[in-house]
């Protein structure tokens, strides 16, 4: 993010986009690490403006899905294609991301932002889309017991779409001043160390990006509830997964979600995400950036591209 990358020329069905401002997630932090072996460009969630592309679109703010697909192949034919068996993906896998100036993206990836929607509140489209999917993945009702484990960005952002449905909803942290966060809007809200584990929960969705989060979901989940994985990590570690088994637990993996139902609830003001941004700066400083985005006092950080 210091150095120098040509600027990308789009391919046939490809827009080239001028990135204005992106978002560093915990995801970014693993690629660092060596999770996916990716190299090239990081970077996933950002918004941006059209300069070629759909005409449409052109001159229009955009927000872009990160999955890159054949539309081909059985599963996106089957209408799965974040499965897609030959996708690349923003930033993580084949494909340069968004902490540059100029990104090339497929057009059917883009989703256009409305005025109602800052530059920095469109960042938080990509990750409140991945909250969103776990209501898509799990009926909840407002008897439900759920807890959300982890309380940095992606689990606050769950813990608040979550609000939205209605159900007896805490956030589990070991942030105090992210709890804080969560305190603020609402959200009953715990840190791990005051918990009592008694497999009572309905559902757990582990956000904490670490192996010892699925340990504790498996101690808070009752039998035959519901696991939703969320976190991802570049060093693998043993888990015990016999809890699983022994009280038929059900363990969904969980990742992208739908853009058209996070635009709407930004729109709407349904998700605060202004008070989680902690930290920005300019790309140039973008060594600088990750290091404070790893620091567990900052919430968000964000990288400010267009000049």
Sequence with gaps: MDGNCDEPTPGPGQALLAVTMAGICATDLEIVRGYMSFE??????FVGTVLAGPRHLKGKRVVCEINCVCG????????????????????IAGHDG???????????NLHEVPDSISNEEAVFVEPVAA??????QVPIDPRMRVAVLGSGRLGLLVAQVLR????????????????L??????IQSSLVKDIAPRNDRDLVIDCTGSPQGLELAMRLVRPRGTIVLKSTFAQAAPINTAPLVVNEVELRGSRCGPFPDAIKMLARKQID???MISKRFPLDRGLEALEAAADPHNIKVLLKIAK
Excluded: W, Y
């Design 98 to 108: 968004c902490f540059a100036e100029r990104i090339a993206v497929p057009e059917g």
């Design 181 to 186: 966060v969560g305190e603020k809007k609402g």
């Design 72 to 91: 081909k192949c059985e599963m996106c034919q089957s209408g799965l294609s974040t499965h897609c068996r030959n996708r690349t993906i923003l930033g």
């Design 164 to 179: 939205t449905v209605g159900c007896r909803l805490e956030l589990i942290g070991r942030n105090p001043d992210s709890l």
């Design 273 to 275: 995400v202004l008070t």
């Design 40 to 45: 090239g460009v990081l970077g996933h969630e």
């Design 131 to 136: 909250a969103v999917q776990v209501t898509k």
